[in-house]
């Protein structure tokens, strides 16, 4: 019920509040978190220490550490806003590149599934892809407080975007037979069914829905990204289609795909360090809790 209300007040300030003023209370209280939460902070010490590998500045990696904090309050600042985003509002912040490779996949006719992960504004990004004329399906987490679980949908419903719950195949199945764009975060694994392999060089549990999804049905996987700029404007771009590969059983075929996938992952997020909003020790396989956390992301 906390967590619910902290959420709507936060939905009042940042609508009545400039956009301006309030990305610099967020950057505010997000100074405050990080300095009064050593828990938060040294796992996101931890992973950008992957990241960058062992022999990174600790003084470089503090700081990116900081920036983490900072930007996650600002794209929780955006998702609030979500009902001023328009195509005034695209124009003006978003620069879009490579969107030709959503049309290229999508004439193949068998749908097109959209990879991203916990980098930049990945909500902001499938309510981009909406204004840009697709329809678009996002899986999503559920949360255990429904009040919490109808607000992220309502704020979801207002970019147009049509969540999906994780786990109904169906729907996603659906949505993809009818040529229609399926959302899905490739750098964490909530289903404790993903694939054990190395991401950045470390063994970790990596979801393997997307390329699951390429293989059965035969839908190309489009990497996608919507990251923030040092002017707080945006930038939106598409990378070409990834096809399965033909002739391999499916378990092959799916590890070979999920390698590629989290390839494009590991290089977005080594040019975005800052913008890798991943709270928990992925790399700890046997941590049980890390793998369904009822948050907002």
Not at 36 to 64: E, H, M, Q, W, Y
Not at 109 to 121: C, E, P, Q, R
Request: aromatic share 12%.
């Amino acid at each position: 019920m906390i967590m619910y209300i902290l959420y709507r007040i936060g939905l009042f300030l940042t609508l009545v509040l400039p956009k301006r003023v309030s990305y610099a209370s967020a950057s505010f209280l997000a100074d405050i978190f990080y300095n009064s939460s050593p828990k938060d902070r040294g796992v996101v010490v931890s992973n950008l220490k992957t990241v960058f590998g062992s022999f990174a500045d600790d003084k470089d990696i503090n700081a990116i550490a900081r920036g983490v904090f900072r930007n996650f309050a600002k794209y929780l600042v955006d998702f609030f806003r979500s009902g001023k985003i328009d195509k005034d509002y695209l124009a003006r912040n978003v620069k879009v590149e490579g969107a030709h490779n959503i049309d290229d996949a999508r004439a193949m006719g068998k749908g097109v599934i959209m990879l991203s992960a916990h980098i930049g504004n990945w909500e902001l990004g499938a309510a981009v892809t909406s204004m840009l004329g697709y329809p678009i399906n996002a899986v999503v987490l559920t949360h255990k407080n429904k009040r919490i679980n109808d607000f992220f949908t309502s704020q979801r419903l207002m970019g147009n975007v049509k969540p999906i719950e994780m786990g109904s195949l169906k729907s996603c199945y659906k949505a993809l037979r009818a040529n229609e764009l399926v959302a899905l975060l490739g750098d964490r694994d909530f289903s404790k069914n993903g694939i054990l392999m190395d991401f950045f060089g470390r063994k970790a549990m990596i979801p393997k829905g997307p390329a699951t999804f390429s293989y059965r049905l035969g839908a190309p996987i489009v990497p996608v990204f919507l990251v923030r700029e040092p002017d707080d404007t945006f930038k939106f771009f598409v990378e070409k289609p990834i096809i399965c590969p033909s002739g391999l059983d499916e378990e092959v075929a799916v590890r070979e795909l999920t390698v590629k996938c989290s390839a494009i992952i590991e290089s977005c997020v080594k040019k975005y360090p800052a913008q890798w909003f991943v709270f928990r020790n992925i790399w700890n396989i046997d941590e049980t809790e890390s793998q369904r956390p009822d948050t907002i992301i």
